[in-house]
């Protein structure tokens, strides 16, 4: 008996085969490598929409002290009598 594997096989039909095999097998291959580098992506824009809500918070936090500062600075003024009148 003799080993009839798909190197083996002379029809057209099983070569046919195997070269769908290898297609589908170099598809599969395409994607995983498809899915990394998107995935690396995804990371990127998610690190990116962190920043920028922590830049938000911290602009909400200088407008207020600076809110604040406009205030205890015209109190203080007028306290001292530095005022503009």
């Keep these: 008996m003799s080993y009839n594997g ?3 096989r002379r029809d057209t039909t099983s ?4 070269e769908i095999e290898l297609r589908l ?3 599969e291959r395409k994607v995983d490598e498809n899915i990394l580098m998107t995935s690396g992506v995804f990371e990127i824009v998610q690190h990116g929409k962190s920043f920028f809500a922590v830049l938000g ?6 407008k207020w ?4 500062v406009v205030v205890v600075g015209g109190a203080w003024a007028i306290w ?6």
């Excluded at 918070?57 to 200088?62: A, F």
């Excluded at 002290?65 to 604040?68: H, K, N, T, V």
């Excluded at 001292?80 to 009148?85: A, L, N, P, Q, Y």
Aim: no cysteine; net charge positive; glycine share 20%.
């Design 6 to 8: 798909p190197d083996r």
């Design 15 to 18: 070569r046919r085969f195997v």
């Design 25 to 27: 097998n170099n598809m």
């Design 57 to 62: 918070l911290i602009g909400n936090v200088v």
């Design 65 to 68: 002290a600076a809110g604040l």
């Design 80 to 85: 001292t009598g530095k005022g503009g009148s």
